[in-house]
């Protein structure tokens, strides 16, 4: 049976969304995975979706999610924090899932020329790519 991972951060307009994809990308056929938001954006930091394009990995059809989407009806065995302002404004709401948390900076914070951003939300996409392939492998699911 999958095991379900929510990522959860304050808008899910970047890092959740990012987070969600490359865990779906590396190990979509052991975990159910999903992301939302604590107070989520109208949509999906654009920069984000052509970050992700480069590497492969189509987000243009992802839409931020609020929590009221899960809660109640879905239980994870993690949920995996990816903003300190979440881990702030979501104290133990998913009862028995373990709680991780991997603070990333903001790529929709990120500011200046448009390949300055872009440049941000490249190294913000890495990071993330980077620890997720690290967990994954102190989970014993091998090498990505």
Partial sequence: MQRK???LCT??????QMAEALLRK????????????AEPSNRVFPPVVAVMNEIGIDISH???KGLDTYLGHMH?????IVCSEADKKCPQIFGSAQRLYWPFDDPAAAQGTEAEILEACRGIRDRIDARIRQWLKEEGLGTV
């Fill in 11 to 16: 808008g899910n307009s970047a890092r959740s």
């Fill in 26 to 37: 590396y190990a979509g056929e052991d975990f159910q995975v999903f992301s939302a938001g």
């Fill in 62 to 64: 992802a839409r931020p």
């Fill in 76 to 80: 994870f065995s993690k949920v995996i």
């Fill in 5 to 7: 991972i929510l990522f």
